[in-house]
DNA sequence: GAAAATATGAGACACAATATCAGTAAGTCC
DNA sequence: GGACTTACTGATATTGTGTCTCATATTTTC
């Protein structure tokens, strides 16, 4: 629950694989570590990294998203948003209206991904899921 | 297995919902009718239907997405792919290398879904699940 | 500290998709 | 059928996400 490890971890992800730790993307790893509780749009995270160009923000997000550091998801109909991956393997849930998001790890899930394996012809590089859902904040915030 | 009762059923789903079925709706239904095998790209579509402009072949796929007889995958890094939904309510393989696309149906996700709604605060409005895979024709081309 | 490798940033570009809006076609009422 | 209203179309411009280019700057290595 402390920020510090889940910073550390970017910058240590992207010097792990042999990238220059470099003012921009400490920066950029920086900002990402921040948001702890919300996924993040890329064009957000641009206007918050200052004195670093958009060209550089995106491509240390790719790099940051390689490492498996960070996560990137579709939303139906809007811009995908990305967010820190705090599980090895797991899902997200999307808020539709504020586009919170969470993540979850259910081993349903892992058995079904297996349990599919045999009834699909061809072989099965990843799989996502999604569960889109309204939050309770925003769910609140609709009655009134 | 003939292609008549779908394509009927994609221009009475514009005529259910109350929308015209105009000379371009029409052929934007066709073709999409037509593509029972593989999903397309909606630039693809555009390409293939002629006399008619970019943005009502747009605005014709968005209806259909609407009413449900058409799905809208998002693929890792490249154009999102659409496809006709053959089935009710269904998840997707997706061939990451040429893009074809499946359909399947196991009761194990909904199951799944049913026992994450317990564990997951807010209101659930949506879900879906992909698997990323090599299909067959493919896997048997990287060998050559 | 010089050379080589790598990273940066401004801006151009690519692409999917939507917005605008004048013009056109379809339904509706008499 | 003609006048009217509503819905649809398409050329074009615009938005939004993301990548490419390339001259310049920064690191690393020797």
Redesign the pocket.
């Given at each position: 629950m402390t920020l510090a490890p889940a910073r550390r971890d970017l910058q240590a992800a992207l010097q792990d694989r042999g990238?220059?730790?470099?003012?921009?993307?400490k920066r950029v790893a920086e900002a990402v570590g921040r948001k702890q509780e919300d996924g993040f749009?890329?064009?957000s995270l641009c206007a918050e990294v200052q004195?670093?160009?958009?060209?550089?923000v995106?491509?240390?997000l790719?790099l940051l998203l390689e490492a498996g550091v960070v996560c990137?998801l579709p939303m139906p109909?809007g811009?995908?948003r990305y967010m820190l991956a705090q599980l090895e393997h797991h899902h997200h849930t999307v808020c539709v209206r504020c586009g919170a998001v969470g993540e979850f790890r259910d081993t349903t899930v892992e058995r079904v991904v297996r349990s599919m394996g045999k009834e699909i012809t061809g072989e099965i590089v990843g799989h996502r899921m999604e569960f889109y859902i309204i939050c309770t904040s925003c769910k609140a915030a609709r009655k009134a």
């Open positions: 990238y220059r730790l470099t003012g921009p993307r749009t890329a064009e004195d670093t160009g958009r060209a550089t995106y491509r240390t790719k990137k109909d811009a995908p």
